[in-house]
């Protein structure tokens, strides 16, 4: 699809106007919590005059910082759940910037994943949970290796794990598998204009299902 027919595609399927107004109690709370990936999805929402709610019937908070790390998961929670009800549902898009922290191996991380998803379910028990997976990069953050091929492999077996542990406790990861490293902008870590459309594709149908449910 040429970026002129795809934009013009977009702008139709998320128009304001097709955001059902429903009473503050009907209206599916959604939070979105990640890294600049998500930040820098938000402003290209707004750049290209989208709806911040996929046109959906929802209501998305959007809370996106640069460098964020998994480790920041709990605290940003709980951070937001002190301030408003407790979502329906909950997209989190973190890891990358942790994969490759220094004196810990991929089991390590995914037991640290693990531990804190659980944590998660406790906090938000009645919350739908989407783990958007791990993108690729050229450039890793903490990266010493000159070639980030065992980076790639650790990046695939963790968004597989996860998707594992999810899909056992009745919830579901968002796989990007459209997205690769041609998507990416220049600093090779972010996305192009191209790979943020992708991305929100990934993401809008990923809530599709989850309000169907």
């Known amino acids: ?34 890294s600049s990936i998500i930040r820098r999805l938000y402003a290209h929402i707004r750049e290209q005059g989208l709806d911040r709610n996929f046109g959906l019937r929802c209501s998305i908070t959007w809370e996106g910082r640069g460098g964020r790390l998994w480790e920041q998961l709990l605290p940003v929670l709980r951070s937001l759940r002190a301030k408003a009800p407790a979502p329906d549902i909950l997209v989190i898009h973190l890891g990358g910037n942790s994969l490759c922290r220094e004196g810990r191996n991929r089991l ?26 791990i993108l690729p990069r050229l450039n890793w953050r903490g990266q010493t290796a000159r070639s980030a091929y065992g980076i790639e492999r650790r990046r ?9 542990f999810l899909a056992e406790r009745q919830m579901r990861s968002v796989r990007h598998s459209n997205i690769d490293l041609s998507h990416l902008s220049r600093d090779g870590v ?15 149908e990923a809530l599709q299902v989850e309000l169907r449910r």
């Open 190 to 204: 972010h996305l192009s204009t191209e790979g943020n459309e992708l991305l929100l594709r990934n993401l809008r």
């Open 108 to 133: 390590d991380f995914l037991r640290e994943m693990k531990t804190d998803l659980a944590e998660v379910l406790r906090l938000l028990p009645r919350t739908r949970l989407l783990f958007s997976s």
């Open 156 to 164: 695939r077996w963790l968004n597989r794990a996860v998707a594992g």
């Open 1 to 34: 699809m040429k970026r002129s027919a795809h934009l013009k595609y977009w702008r139709q399927i998320t128009a304001s106007s097709l955001f059902f107004e429903m009473a503050d109690d009907r209206v599916t709370r959604v939070w979105i919590v990640g």
